[in-house]
């Protein structure tokens, strides 16, 4: 099974269906795939070598998925091809 758990229960603004943006650009903010391997304590590579490849890969100015199906561009991974 793939599970990412990310405590939000700091954030008093956020609710149900927002965006979740874990790596990349939203508006103004950004994180980068080295910030988050930072926070985790290792190295950008075990991150993304971490997400299976069930796990689809969409992007921004992509709107379809690595295997043809239709993504969606409002959430996106940045990063290389699966």
Not at 48 to 75: A, H, I, K, Y
């Amino acid at each position: 099974m793939d599970m990412t758990v990310v405590d939000v229960s700091d954030v008093a603004e956020v609710r149900p269906g927002d965006v979740a943006t874990l790596v990349g650009s939203d508006g103004s903010e950004e994180i980068t795939l080295a910030e988050v391997a930072e926070h985790a304590r290792t190295i950008d590579y075990e991150i993304l070598t971490g997400w299976t490849p069930r796990l689809p890969r969409v992007w921004v100015d992509r709107p379809e998925r690595l295997d043809g199906s239709p993504g969606q561009t409002d959430t996106a991974l940045a990063g290389g091809e699966a």
